[in-house]
């Protein structure tokens, strides 16, 4: 028997488990950390370095104290964190400015230059993040940041996702040559592919801006996969934690990621991680690249297969923001949504509202709600929105198909299938497919998994999944539903295709950059 500490970093909070290798999880705690957002720029998205840490510190103890456990007992803590999610430091580790939440897209210019340039030069590694980069990736959040702080260039001595940085922390890691690099942020959102020489050349990156001259050298580091231990916990943050100093510290990773991990994802499964947006995660022993996807990466999610990573920009975001704009919750608003019928409302709603992850990867598009009447309600929009984004998962599953990724059962993950049934119903209906949904949370769970094979207690990933991850309940697509979505779906496709890349496609950046210039100018 082994009790390990498992963290995971959400966009909102940070939740820490205290999980027993034979009885589970004994108790959690999350703390919370304010979101930067900007209104006259939508775009921005920070949050502070000192938030997190102080939060990590309050969730821990107080997670401690539900599981009814010493700090002492704890033999393990691994973490995950939101991505990419990016912060500059100096050479001491101190963040020169707040982190670039993975939800910033200021950085939509730079990622454009960059795709261009990566074509231009027919860069192999951008095949591998599916031919398109991305605002929401490092390279182009830290250029963004490099254009915008010219006073603070000289003393960036590196740049770090959250994961890497919070680990480097917690074990008192200085040297940048020993920085621990998480091969599942490098490989996803930085380009890093260990067959292609590691990160992109020194050439295309200053190629791309001089001022991205010398920052390939910057990123050193040891990359590794998540179960290679990072370092031990020092003596300053254990008595922080409430834990004791010398446990193990694996390399982290991304929250969605390892989510799948404590979804139970094994190969043939996809899993939806739906939260504020959703991660569509899948492994294989051999995948080949799929355009449009974030990546297909060596032991990004299993250590020991290629993971496969896709989303959406915005799920549980756009849910609250319909609430929000009602005056109202998102669960007030599902009151009643259970006697819905498919394709009632007669609204069809493309969930673009934070830009498009996959399979079109472009942030400027915006979203539409189409068939709208002077009698739909909030309610409506709410179950239009619900329906869209299990559209938007079926076109991105159809691309993983297309491209061999097998999809033999369909896992919903994440925090919003917990909580919404009737998600969980249309998403079955949509796909035309059974949906398993795990009987209790697993969030920080697969940061745990990660944790126990720090502390040595399971010799695999499997091993560790057998004995803590939950069972599922299955939730069958209606017919009837499905036949309606059978006829829905094809409308959805045209439009999405559409206004994403088809004769309509200038159309929804052309609103975003007046309504830029208009705000720019006063």
Request: contains cysteine; glycine residues 10%.
């Amino acid at each position: 028997m082994a009790i390990v500490a498992g963290v995971d970093f959400g966009t909102l909070s940070v939740r820490v488990s205290i999980v027993d290798s034979r009885r589970g999880r004994l108790g959690s705690a999350a703390a919370e950390y304010p979101l930067h957002r900007r209104k006259e720029d939508p775009d921005h998205a920070t949050q502070s370095h000192a938030d997190h840490m102080r939060a990590l510190a309050e969730a821990t103890r107080k997670a401690l104290a539900a599981a009814g456990v010493e700090g002492s007992q704890v033999e393990a803590m691994a973490l995950d964190t939101t991505g990419s999610t990016v912060v500059p430091v100096d050479e001491r580790l101190e963040p020169l400015d707040d982190y670039y939440l993975w939800c910033d897209h200021r950085a939509w210019r730079e990622a454009a230059e960059i795709t261009r340039k990566a074509r231009e030069t027919r860069l192999p590694h951008i095949e591998w993040c599916g031919g398109t980069y991305s605002s929401e990736w490092g390279f182009s959040k830290l250029l963004h940041w490099l254009r915008n702080n010219p006073a603070q260039r000289d003393r960036m001595a590196t740049a770090l996702e959250h994961c890497d940085m919070v680990v480097a922390i917690l074990c008192g890691i200085t040297d940048l040559a020993q920085l621990p690099r998480s091969v599942c942020a490098a490989g996803h959102k930085w380009m890093w592919n260990e067959s292609l020489g590691g990160l992109p050349p020194e050439e295309f990156l200053a190629g791309v801006d001089p001022l991205l001259a010398g920052v390939r050298a910057k990123l050193g580091g040891r990359y590794a996969t998540s179960e290679v231990i990072a370092g031990r916990l020092t003596s300053e943050w254990a008595d922080k934690l409430g834990l004791r100093p010398g446990i193990p510290v694996p390399v982290g990773a991304f929250d969605a990621h390892w989510d799948a991990i404590g979804a139970g994802c094994r190969e043939g499964d996809v899993v939806n991680v739906i939260g504020t947006s959703t991660c569509i995660m899948a492994i294989g022993r051999s995948v080949k690249l799929i355009p449009g996807v974030c990546g297909v990466v060596q032991g990004s999610i299993h250590p020991k297969m290629t993971g496969v990573e896709a989303g959406l920009s915005a799920s549980g975001d756009i849910f609250d923001a319909i609430a929000r704009r009602a005056g109202s919750s998102v669960s007030a608003l599902s009151q009643g949504l259970e006697g819905f019928r498919a394709g009632q409302t007669g609204l069809l709603r493309l969930t673009w509202d934070n830009g498009d992850r996959t399979v079109l990867v472009n942030p400027e598009l915006g979203g539409v709600t189409f068939g709208w009447k002077l009698t739909h309600s909030a309610q409506d929009e709410l179950f239009a929105a619900i329906e869209g984004t299990a559209f938007h998962t079926r076109v991105i599953m159809e691309r993983m198909e297309e491209y061999g990724v097998p999809v033999r059962r369909v896992i919903n993950g994440g925090g919003v299938p917990q909580k919404n049934e009737v998600l969980n119903q249309v998403y079955a209906n949509v796909l035309n497919k059974p949906v398993l949904v795990p009987e209790s949370e697993v969030t920080s769970l697969g940061s745990a998994i990660f944790a126990f094979l720090a502390a040595g207690t399971f010799q695999s990933v499997e091993e560790a999944q057998d004995a803590l991850c939950p069972k599922y309940r299955t939730v069958n697509p209606d017919p009837a539903a499905a036949d309606t979505y059978a006829r829905l779906y094809p409308l959805f496709k045209r439009l999405y295709f559409a206004f994403g890349e088809g004769d309509q496609r200038d159309v929804l950046p052309a609103l975003r950059q007046i309504a830029a210039q208009v705000r720019t100018n006063g």
